[in-house]
């Protein structure tokens, strides 16, 4: 699609047809866990796609069809088929992308700063080489999640200011936040509804009709982008409560002697619970950061939502909590964390992906390591790979000789741990179990002196 | 069933013709809203019902087949029945009924006290009573809500010095916590699986069997009491702190203008989010209580679960929310609080229900009365009843005239509440949505200054 037609001169009801006869070229800025995945969906569903990101490794390596998100099932294959087939295009040239684009997309991380502030700083440079390059009739589509307002009063300024355009009139900007669970991303995108927030009905429609299209999904239409947002933060700030709840009440309930994991079974055969287990703590880029974004919101709104911020708080403790499991196991069979070797199985913030952003297994990797236990680590996704500053062992390298086996990640390979085995080969018999994986009564059986979170003794 | 044969003597396999055969007695001591359909499903499954109160009016009320829990729908037509079957008998003689059964079932109120402790004088004193006249053999059954560790803590030592027998040896105790909510208890009691823990294995399957058989549900064993009673309240608290999450996070929305609502309903089309909505506070015998039951047991292991407790302060401030709305919407019209007309619609503390204790309308009415406006309530359950010290009008009787409505109640009535019949009656169009049961828009079309919680202006 080419001048003189613009896209807001279309109508909406053009959009499909438009993306599947391949006359739509969209930029997707950031091509991470997020911009990758959009980017290829985008171009399979009919768009010339040009993926632009200001790391050249990262570019030269879509170029050639590479896919470094192997936890993503039918990335790879979707990236290489899209990059082979031309219609996805990457480069560190995000103006001249832009500029040859009938719709951008915002796709970069939105982190918090080590104050627990929101680092819109790639947001805002984004949005100024966006906006310069912008043009006429074009729309503009935020995916990274942000506090709700910033679009409107971060973003939008920037871009109209860039570009001397007007949001709303010469071009449309819109919200439409990502919903994806990292590990199943495109099967997420594919199925969620996409909330949608725009500046004016029109870019509203137009990019309503693209998501259903593209994606195949239903679309909510948020009357604002800052309610699109809103809705973004909320759902996620739901599981942070609920897994700060789930952990509150089982630090009690060990002190009590009850059996949390009972507890919430029992809890979910009642119709109106939904249950949420007690962990080793919350990482990742997504709830560790999104509640701060609101936080930030309502400090400046004079109005701090004081039980989202302690949920934080609660979740970001349980390593410590672990670590504290830990040198009461080994206690109890005689030993100190100090000289006591160690196996952390998991380094990754969830079960069955490779990323250790914010993972809770450093905070323990960091905290035995301080305490002057010798600490080696396995996990199957890292396994010769450097991780904290450390190869990732085989699980037989990390757990023949060791006195204490720590459960850091929920990983499918863990759950079917041969506990028998397990005890043969270690020097002595400790484990703590982060995620709830190994039975108490086959840990206790097997001879181990065991913990786990929300257990008790 | 006499002597020589006790239950515990009894294999559990033949509960289920026991109790059909009518050669089973159960007292049930407490015949309130739990216990009172507690008793008429056991008398109806077969077995002989001692209802124990020691409030006479109570106790000559089932006699006569009266049932003052006229919300709660079949079970009026089953007291009634059961009573006139002479198989569900009233007593204030609870040391025979006692002694005269195979069973008996606490039942009795659990409130907490002005500073929030737990206040277990009723459970106490009914244990002191069971314990008096307890047969060897027998079973005592707590179906009232308590703090985790009470049933072994505190009624299991009453009973064993006031009956010199002992516990999981030469009776049984067990406890069985209800999971029904007010206005659907017979649904939910046949239903909703029910959780048992006992002293004993022999204990345990004989109450499961009871259970099973009289209610028709699964049964959940619990490993022992206190696991019991901490399911109870865990799944209670687990709906506080959401609806709390919602209130904060809808006051902050609303500061923000944005509609919490609107949020909550597009958070509900990801699979993992379990909507709550905010209100006007969270009344009843039950969610104002159990938090208190687990800080309580938590002040005196030393850890108190903060996130719990802050969730029932959020709630318990909400009624004072709606009051400033009301501030705030009647200022709009160039009016104050004191001076002006205000209709009360809703009284009961949830939906359609006849209860009003610790209703959050309770404190709405004394925080208006306190600012000098001239308040009205109306309640469709209560009309022509004296509530908070004054008659209860017709809804015709309570907004003719007013300046302002407030809804604090979700009754079905209110939903279909015609705004524009409504403006023509009152002095001032002010309304106060404290329940989401009115549109904005329509609020706002039919002349209204409108606030609602959660939906900001």
Redesign the interface.
């Known amino acids: 699609m080419r001048a003189p037609h613009t896209l807001l001169s279309f109508s909406p009801s053009r959009v499909p047809s438009l993306l599947r006869q391949g006359k739509m070229t969209i930029a997707v800025v950031g091509l991470g866990r997020i911009g990758l995945p959009t980017a290829a969906i985008l171009s399979k569903a009919g768009a010339l796609v040009l993926g632009a990101d200001i790391n050249e490794e990262v570019v030269s390596s879509v170029n050639r069809g590479r896919c470094k998100f192997v936890d993503e099932p039918g990335l790879p294959q979707m990236v290489r088929d899209q990059v082979k087939a031309g219609r996805l295009q990457a480069t560190t040239d995000v103006r001249r992308a832009v500029s040859r684009s009938d719709i951008s997309i915002i796709s970069v991380p939105t982190p918090v700063d080590d104050r627990k502030t929101p680092d819109y700083t790639a947001v805002k440079a984004a949005s100024a080489t966006i906006g310069h390059s912008l043009r006429k009739g074009s729309v503009v589509v935020v995916e990274s999640t942000v506090g709700?307002?910033t679009v409107e009063n971060l973003i939008q300024p920037i871009l109209e200011a860039e570009s001397g355009l007007k949001a709303g009139k010469d071009f449309g900007l819109a919200s439409a936040p990502e919903?994806s669970d990292p590990g199943n991303i495109l099967g997420n995108m594919a199925?969620?509804?996409r909330?949608v927030g725009a500046t004016d009905p029109r870019t509203l429609r137009i990019i309503s009709a693209l998501y259903r299209t593209a994606l195949g999904v239903?679309v909510?239409q948020?009357?604002n982008p800052?309610?699109?947002n809103?809705?973004k933060l909320?759902?996620n700030?739901?599981?942070d409560?609920?897994i700060?709840?789930a952990n509150?009440?089982s630090?009690?309930?060990e002190?009590?002697?009850?059996?949390a994991i009972?507890?919430?079974n029992?809890?979910a055969?009642?119709?109106?619970?939904?249950p949420h287990y007690p962990g080793a703590g919350v990482g990742g880029p997504c709830l560790t950061s999104n509640s701060y974004y609101?936080i930030s919101?309502?400090v400046r709104?004079?109005?701090i939502?004081?039980?989202?911020r302690?949920?934080r708080e609660?979740n970001d403790r349980m390593p410590d909590h672990v670590v504290e499991l830990v040198s009461e196991a080994l206690n109890e069979v005689g030993k100190t964390v100090r000289g006591s070797r160690i196996a952390l199985l998991g380094v990754a913030y969830k079960p069955n992906i490779k990323d250790v952003q914010l993972t809770p297994a450093e905070e323990i990797f960091k905290r035995i390591t301080e305490m002057g236990g010798e600490i080696s680590i396995h996990d199957p996704m890292y396994e010769g790979e450097m991780v904290f500053g450390t190869k990732v062992k085989s699980i037989d390298g990390a757990v023949v000789g060791a006195d204490c086996v720590i459960i850091a990640t929920g990983h499918k390979e863990f759950k079917s741990l041969n506990l028998q085995i397990l005890a043969k080969q270690m020097r002595s018999r400790v484990l703590v179990d982060g995620r709830n994986l190994v039975d108490p009564g086959d840990a206790i059986r097997a001879g181990f002196a065991y913990r786990g979170v929300g257990r008790g003794r």
Chains 1, 2 share one sequence.
Not at 255 to 259: A, N, Q, R, S
Not at 305 to 308: A, E, K, N, V
């Open positions: 709700p307002g919903r199925t969620v509804p909330v239903n909510i948020a009357r800052k309610t699109a809103a809705i909320t759902e700030l739901f599981r409560v609920n700060a709840f509150e009440f630090l009690l309930f002190k009590l002697g009850i059996d009972e507890v919430i029992g809890c055969t009642k119709y109106n619970f939904l609101l919101e309502g709104a004079g109005n939502p004081y039980l989202i302690m949920a609660i």
